[in-house]
Nanobody, 126 residues
Framework: VQLQASGGGLVQTGGSLRLSCARS????????MGWFRQAPGKEREFVAA????????YYADAVKGRFTISRDNAKNTVYLQMTSLKPEDTAVYYC????????????????????WGQGTQVTVSS
């Protein structure tokens, strides 16, 4: 499985960006997709995740109400629409995928995700 993330860049505070992550390779019967981020000097943290059907989404408190995760299974692509961006959103954003976890708690754990993309840099200037 390969994941190709794109859409990162430099944006001013309050601006918006849309990240995309295209998935290719082996297809599981169902799979979840998520976004994580890692800022310089900090640990990787969960941002958002979406179930196979797209009917259930999960967000970190820090991005709730500002970010929206969505997916297009026909295109094997997941999106992260980011609005009202803040300097603290600056990080490398990684998309990840894995088989559907047994319960909702697992969506937040990076151990749920087997495959990871290369990351795309998001920089929010103040």
């Amino acid at each position: 499985v390969q994941l190709q993330a794109s859409g990162g860049g430099l944006v001013q505070t309050g601006g918006s960006l849309r990240l995309s992550c295209a998935r290719s390779g082996r297809t599981f019967s169902t799979y979840t997709m998520g976004w994580f981020r890692q800022a310089p000097g900090k640990e990787r943290e969960f941002v958002a995740a979406i179930s196979w059907s797209g009917s259930v989404t999960y967000y970190a408190d820090a991005v709730k109400g500002r970010f929206t995760i969505s997916r297009d299974n026909a295109k094997n692509t997941v999106y992260l629409q980011m609005t009202s961006l803040k300097p603290e959103d600056t990080a490398v954003y990684y998309c990840a995928t894995g088989t559907t976890p047994p319960s909702s708690t697992y969506y937040y754990n990076d151990s749920t995700y087997t495959y990871w993309g290369q990351g795309t840099q998001v920089t929010v200037s103040s």
